[in-house]
């Protein structure tokens, strides 16, 4: 991996997480009226801050989507047939499974029964929603397709309008957490459909009036950090709402980190070994397998937010899939590495 490199932001994530969570943490325990000033800026259970910032967050990925990509998607499908398969039909459930069994058997004796449902419904949330923005450093970084991650990316995003909601409700019904289906919908148009159209429509203007070379180059280039930024200061608001659960039970973060870990580790593998299994070519298949393994913790930690409130246990583990993420999807991006001489040899054959 020495010939690739990433920002300082990206590369740092899961420092700049950390400091931020303390940073969170210390704001709520020795100053408790920030947050409680935080708590009154909400409209329909969404936090107004933490709605600028994730804008903030999701915009720029969102101008990275080509749409007009997606009709050359046909020509290779396998690569998107076990992504969308994988996303789909295996990936929440899984999360679902695995989280119950270690939040609600393995550690019973840890976490208390309501407080473990709003542990799972967190998990199920990060389990519904496959990256769209990480996915492109870590596709960089396993030597992907960039123009095919981008279509598969594409179809995820759509898919996620008609799917994401319908498979969380299912999901958080089974687990008996009432999902109000109205802020359900409100959080994916207001963090997915406004934010893709207004990056649809930034990109189509701008691309009538300058070249491509232009618009990836130097105006896409001028969001750089920003949703980083816009990640660690939503961070450093949520945590100042954690900080009293966090300081009365710290064992919780780990508890909550094991099976998420262990679900990503799982997805991958499918995902990959699939892709092997049929003979898919490595450029393809990494990304295929990483958009997978990895969440669009952004959406995530929004309808999070909106349904069950900045304190709730569901928005701490999105925030903690959050810190886990890069540092193992990094090392995910080593495996994949390690495995592009046998896909060569498949191609080969």
């Known amino acids: 991996m020495a010939d690739k490199k990433i920002g300082i932001f990206?590369?740092?994530?899961?420092?700049?997480?950390?400091?931020?969570?303390?940073?969170?943490?210390?704001?709520?325990?020795?100053f408790p009226q920030v947050p409680q000033f935080l708590g009154t800026l909400e409209y329909a259970k969404v936090s107004i801050p933490v709605a600028i910032l994730i804008w903030l967050m999701i915009y720029p990925m969102m101008l990275k989507v080509d749409f007009k990509?997606?009709?050359?998607?046909?020509?290779?499908?396998?690569?998107?047939?076990?992504?969308?398969?994988?996303?789909?039909?295996?990936?929440?459930?899984?999360?679902?499974?695995?989280?119950?069994?270690?939040?609600?058997?393995?550690?019973k004796a840890f976490i208390p029964h309501n407080l473990s449902t709003e542990y799972i419904a967190g998990a199920v949330l990060l389990g519904a929603a496959p990256c769209t923005a990480m996915v492109f450093?870590?596709?960089?970084?396993?030597?992907?397709?960039?123009?095919?991650?981008v279509v598969q990316v594409a179809i995820n995003d759509l898919?996620?309008?008609?799917?994401?909601?319908?498979?969380?409700?299912?999901?958080?019904?089974?687990?008996?957490?009432?999902?109000?289906?109205?802020?359900?919908?409100?959080?994916?148009?207001?963090?997915?459909?406004?934010?893709?159209?207004?990056?649809?429509?930034?990109?189509?203007?701008?691309?009538?009036r300058h070249s491509k070379d232009w618009f990836e180059n130097i105006f896409c280039k001028k969001f750089d950090g920003i949703t980083e930024v816009g990640l660690l200061l939503t961070l450093i608001i949520i945590f100042s709402f954690q900080g009293k659960t966090i300081l009365e039970n710290p064992l919780a973060i780990i508890l909550?980190?094991?099976?998420?870990?262990?679900?990503?580790?799982?997805?991958?593998?499918?995902?990959?070994?699939?892709?092997k299994l049929w003979k898919v070519p490595y450029q393809i298949a990494a990304p295929s397998a990483m958009i997978g393994a990895s969440n669009f913790f952004e959406l995530?930690?929004?309808?999070?937010?909106?349904?069950?409130?900045?304190?709730?246990?569901?928005?701490?583990?999105?925030?903690?899939?959050?810190l886990v993420e890069v540092p193992v999807m990094l090392h995910l991006v080593k495996i994949t590495r390690s495995m592009k001489y046998k896909f060569h040899q498949l191609d080969a054959a």
């Open 69 to 107: 990509s997606i009709k050359n998607s046909g020509r290779k499908p396998k690569g998107l047939v076990i992504t969308l398969a994988v996303n789909w039909l295996l990936k929440p459930f899984t999360m679902y499974a695995i989280s119950w069994f270690f939040l609600k058997v393995v550690f």
């Open 10 to 30: 990206a590369k740092y994530l899961t420092l700049w997480v950390t400091v931020c969570i303390i940073l969170g943490s210390f704001i709520g325990i020795l």
């Open 300 to 322: 995530a930690v929004a309808v999070a937010i909106s349904l069950f409130g900045l304190s709730s246990g569901a928005t701490l583990v999105t925030v903690v899939g959050v």
């Open 137 to 149: 450093v870590w596709s960089y970084l396993s030597d992907g397709e960039p123009g095919y991650t």
């Open 256 to 275: 909550i980190a094991i099976p998420l870990i262990i679900q990503t580790y799982f997805v991958f593998f499918i995902g990959i070994s699939w892709s």
């Open 159 to 208: 898919i996620i309008l008609f799917a994401f909601t319908p498979i969380v409700a299912l999901l958080l019904g089974v687990n008996s957490v009432t999902v109000p289906m109205d802020t359900l919908l409100l959080s994916v148009v207001l963090f997915v459909v406004i934010p893709l159209g207004a990056g649809f429509i930034s990109r189509n203007l701008l691309l009538k």
